[in-house]
């Protein structure tokens, strides 16, 4: 069983940055490929961020390129999102996922397991 533990959100106004980190539990963390999703309220689960098992590979959602970055630490078993030059439609739960088989992709059906989430709110 995969446990993922966010941290890291919190209310920042426009134009400014937050760091959001998905710690993991267990040895087999360089084996997952991982990925960052967001809810607004009555909204689906969006698409943020995915970074393949190694970390040399990244795709981001149209929405956030150029501003956010993920990263992974597979000797800590965490992942990271830096997210710089924040806007007001940022705000949502961020979300980080595990796929542990699989290829990454951007839909959240690809990913087995999830975290709880954190809220990022960015105020204009």
Not at 6 to 25: F, K, N, P, T
Not at 53 to 66: E, L
């Amino acid at each position: 069983q995969v446990q993922l533990v966010e941290s890291g959100g919190g209310a920042v106004q426009a134009g400014g940055s937050l760091r959001l980190s998905c710690a993991a539990s267990g040895r087999a963390f360089s084996t997952y490929v991982m990925g960052w999703f967001r809810q607004a309220p009555g909204k689906e689960h969006e698409f943020v961020a995915t970074i393949s098992r190694s970390g040399g590979s990244t795709y981001y959602a149209a929405s956030v390129k150029g501003r956010f970055t993920i990263s992974r630490d597979n000797a800590k078993n965490t992942v990271y999102l830096q997210m710089n030059t924040l806007k007001p439609e940022d705000t949502a739960v961020y979300s980080c996922a595990a796929q542990v088989i699989g290829m990454a992709g951007s839909r959240a059906d690809q990913y087995e397991h999830w975290g709880q989430g954190t809220q990022v709110t960015v105020s204009s």
